[in-house]
């Protein structure tokens, strides 16, 4: 087995105005190279936790490593420069910025990162082979991200994460505002881009039946014991 | 850099209301430094409207009055003084120059101011400006006449043409000198000061018009324009009269003498005291013009400030996205405050252009309906003070958005759910 990109361990989270743990969890670790797939009704923490592997939102107790850097070893701002250099995050929906080209909204990354940047090698090139790859026609390139339907707009968030070739994919409901048919085609680009350059794709949804095609899957409810903790007690 | 392209485009993306907030930017930025520039031009206009001249002797009034009625030829005066008095001062041995003033009557709306010739070599505006005639030469002749320009402007008249004068400032047909037509021999230069709109003519000239006059109506005895010519015409009394010293340091002594002149009730000014203490008590009122502008301003930044806020919720989600690709948090109040500083900038910049515009479009309108010139300058050292003040007032408020945005962008994390 090849080493864990992620590690957690013994933590604990709670909102600041919350008398109770939302994550409680002892151990997770995921592997370089791995597709896992974290499912889970809604509430059940897993964007949470995704809040915590980006180092948004730090845990009150507990050791959370990504790429071997500790992450509460980490300022604020070293952490969001971490987040940029090493992560490419996805989100339910909404990803891009609606007044800026399909181009520049895939290349915003390395606008922040310098890493991401040299690791593009030549970002406009990158950015555009990446778009093409996605099936993105290239006539749309240009045009503002407002232009482009719901399914063509999740294939340039996953461009935009894939760009600069980070480590760890991170991706949040990216399928819930798709149809079936386009998920599972959704499905397939964002693994073969993501195998294409050896990233580890990290992948919360409620959506079991997409389960399927990851080579690991996790249920929230088995790994955070607050969940399992409020259940005993209520 | 490329923060600055995001703000733009985010802007632009938002241009309707961001266009908005930056009228009512330019709209006050024209408001405020107008209200400035023609303060500033209305108090150079003013003060340069007489200059080189030590004192104004007239009979004692107050000192603003003497300078109203012998200079800017407003009001009239209370008395006279007699020739006789002004040829003795005339004559002390601190005097340098002196010049006579004999007001009272008038042409068309337009006041006549007697005088010598001295008053074309000795008159200065605007610190060195001596008068220059435009066409033919200074008076010399009993009814000889030179306008000023405006006179000559608004009345349409050439050189050679008889006007007839009246008696005192209302012009009406019963108490006109028609008798005794005086010529034009002369139209000065614009001087944007109020010989513009004088006609000036003679002491003997006055006198003539005046010989068969007493208490203000015609006596019955007439004497012919002719005849009055012969009569010697040696003045009686005038109005006023400027003077100038040949050292300064004699100054305040030879005032202190005029002022307590035993045989005649007389008052000396200094015009530059006078016209800055007159300046003063109209300042109040350029104060208070002042205080609305700024107070425009600040409507104008908080209205700015509306807009931003406005903007909060619909731009949470691109805070968001904005964090997910490496913006830290702080990138966030940067991005307010630039878009605070683009709208402040392009709004004094269209502010500024239509200010230009203005004064290029009123100049001669102002000049001619209120005798204002406005001269087209670049902006004061104080101007771009203001530009810089609404500037940083604009980065200041613009961090009250940004702080509620970077606060919430950390609440919020990478996954917003609205």
Not at chain 2, 3 to 16: E, H, Q, Y
Not at chain 2, 70 to 98: C, D, L, M
Not at chain 2, 119 to 129: G, M, P, V
Not at chain 2, 151 to 161: D, E, K, W
Request: charged fraction near 15%.
């Amino acid at each position: 087995m090849t080493k864990p990109v992620i590690q957690l361990s013994n933590i604990r989270f709670r909102y600041s105005e919350q008398d109770q743990d939302v994550l409680d969890i002892a151990d997770l670790q995921v592997y370089q190279g791995e597709h896992l797939f974290i499912q889970g009704a809604s509430g059940r923490g897993k964007t949470t936790l995704l809040n915590i592997i980006t180092g948004i939102n730090p845990p009150y107790t507990g050791q959370v490593q990504v790429l071997d850097t500790p992450l509460q070893t980490l300022s604020s701002i070293q952490s969001d420069q971490f987040r940029v250099d090493h992560l490419g995050i996805i989100f339910q929906q909404f990803n891009l910025l609606p007044y800026l080209s399909l181009l520049e909204n895939v290349q915003l990354p390395c606008w922040f990162s310098s890493k991401r940047r040299t690791q593009a090698v030549d970002v406009e090139q990158s950015s555009t082979d990446l778009l093409t790859q996605l099936r993105i026609p290239e006539r749309l390139f240009n045009k503002p991200a407002s232009a482009l339907s719901v399914g063509q707009q999740q294939r340039v968030a996953v461009a935009r994460a894939l760009i600069g070739k980070p480590a760890i994919i991170i991706a949040d409901e990216p399928t819930s505002a798709l149809d079936t048919d386009n998920r599972k085609r959704f499905l397939d680009l964002l693994f073969s881009q993501a195998d294409k350059q050896n990233s580890t794709v990290v992948f919360v949804s409620h959506d079991q039946y997409i389960a399927q095609h990851f080579s690991r899957v996790i249920d929230i409810s088995d790994i955070n014991q607050a969940i399992n903790h409020t259940a005993t007690v209520s | 850099m490329k923060l600055l392209k995001i703000a733009l485009k985010s802007a632009w993306n938002r241009k309707v209301s961001i266009s908005l907030a930056m009228f009512s930017i330019a709209i006050s930025i024209l408001l405020l430094l107008g209200v400035d520039t023609i303060r500033k031009q209305a108090k150079d206009n003013f003060i340069n409207t007489i200059s080189q001249t030590d004192l104004i002797v007239g009979a004692r009034t107050s000192p603003i009055n003497l300078l109203l009625y012998s200079i800017f030829h407003i009001g009239s005066a209370t008395n006279n003084i007699s020739y006789a008095r002004y040829e003795e001062i005339a004559s002390f041995k601190q005097v340098k120059w002196s010049v006579p003033i004999s007001l009272g009557d008038s042409h068309r709306g337009f006041r006549v101011m007697g005088t010598d010739s001295d008053y074309f070599r000795y008159y200065r505006y605007a610190n060195t400006q001596s008068l220059q005639l435009q066409q033919g030469e200074v008076f010399k002749d009993v009814y000889d006449a030179v306008v000023g320009y405006d006179v000559a402007q608004s009345l349409g008249y050439p050189l050679g043409h008889n006007i007839v004068l009246s008696h005192g400032i209302a012009a009406t047909k019963f108490s006109e000198h028609a008798d005794k037509p005086f010529r034009i021999v002369g139209i000065l230069k614009k001087t944007n000061t109020p010989v513009d709109r004088t006609v000036l003519v003679s002491l003997q000239g006055i006198e003539a018009i005046h010989i068969d006059w007493q208490s203000g109506a015609r006596s019955a005895l007439r004497i012919s324009a002719k005849k009055a010519r012969q009569m010697g015409l040696q003045p009686k009394s005038i109005t006023a009269f400027m003077l100038g010293v040949d050292n300064r340091i004699t100054l305040f002594g030879l005032q202190r003498k005029i002022n307590n002149f035993p045989n005649e009730s007389l008052l000396a000014i200094m015009p530059g005291v006078t016209l800055a203490s007159l300046w003063q008590t109209m300042g109040e009122f350029e104060k208070v013009l002042m205080a609305v502008s700024a107070l425009v301003l600040l409507a104008g930044l908080i209205g700015l400030l509306t807009a931003l806020l406005t903007t909060l919720n619909e731009r949470r989600r691109e805070m968001a996205v904005l964090r997910a690709v490496g913006a830290h948090a702080y990138h966030v109040v940067v991005l307010f405050a630039l878009e605070a500083l683009l709208v402040v900038m392009g709004g004094a910049l269209l502010g500024i252009a239509i200010l230009y515009a203005m004064q290029v479009i009123m100049q001669p309108i102002i000049a001619e309906n209120y005798g204002l010139f406005l001269s087209i300058k670049m902006l004061d050292a104080e101007q771009i003070v203001i530009l810089l003040a609404a500037l940083l007032l604009a980065i200041i408020l613009s961090l009250i958005p940004g702080f509620i945005a970077y606060k919430r962008s950390l609440q919020d994390g990478l996954m917003v759910k609205i």
